[in-house]
């Protein structure tokens, strides 16, 4: 391609794409992300886009869920919903997450800057800060689906919709209450 990539509208083009089987696949366990990981990548191969690579080392130096092999692009994916544990957010319980969480004038919910040392396993905050880490690559995005209301409204549900991880956000609601989030990291 000659034109420079604008990977938010790949990643938009893959889930309309997708958007009638993700229901379905949100119902199941253990396999979403990685599902919409395979399709993301496919969606790039099909429509002539740079080969997006997945769960690898980008670069062979930072293990990400996608990326480009000439480190234009490297991606999070993380797939939470009403029902998921708080610890997903942050590591921690969601009172310990919301009182650390500060709060725009627009309503939406940012993570305040923390310690560099804390150690955050498996949850957005720690995808994030490894994004932030990582040098060398020219586009790095979180993505972020969110599965609402399968249960009822919960806490959890709404500090998803409220989250901001970035200025620079791009957002789609699909089909069956689904709500996509995209963010460019720094």
Same mark, same amino acid.
Do not use: C, H
């Given at each position: 391609m000659n034109a420079p990539m604008v990977w938010p509208e790949v990643f938009l083009g893959a889930f309309a794409a997708i958007s009638e089987r993700m229901a $379905? =696949?949100?119902e199941l366990s253990d396999c979403r992300e990685h599902w919409?990981?395979?399709?993301?990548? +496919?969606?790039a191969w099909q429509q002539g886009y740079p080969d997006i690579w997945t769960g690898g080392n980008a670069g062979g130096r930072t293990k990400v869920d996608l990326y480009?092999?000439?480190?234009?692009?490297?991606?999070e994916v993380k797939c939470l919903g009403d029902v998921s544990f708080a610890k997903c957010l942050m590591g921690k319980g969601m009172g310990e997450t919301r009182s650390v969480l500060r709060e725009?004038?627009?309503?939406?919910?940012?993570?305040? $800057? =923390?310690?560099?040392?804390?150690s955050v396993e498996w949850s957005v905050f720690a995808d994030l800060?490894? +994004?932030?880490?990582?040098?060398?690559?020219?586009?790095?995005?979180?993505v972020l689906v969110i599965a609402r209301n399968y249960v009822a409204k919960t806490e959890m549900g709404e500090t998803l919709q409220r989250l901001r991880l970035s200025e620079e956000e791009w957002s789609v609601e699909l089909e069956k209450n689904v709500t996509v989030r995209?963010?460019?990291?720094e």
């Open positions: $379905q =696949v949100l919409i990981q395979a399709e993301l990548s +496919l969606y480009t092999e000439d480190l234009d692009m490297a991606a725009d004038g627009d309503g939406r919910l940012w993570f305040p $800057q =923390v310690d560099p040392d804390e800060r490894r +994004l932030q880490r990582m040098v060398g690559v020219r586009n790095k995005f979180l995209i963010w460019r990291i």
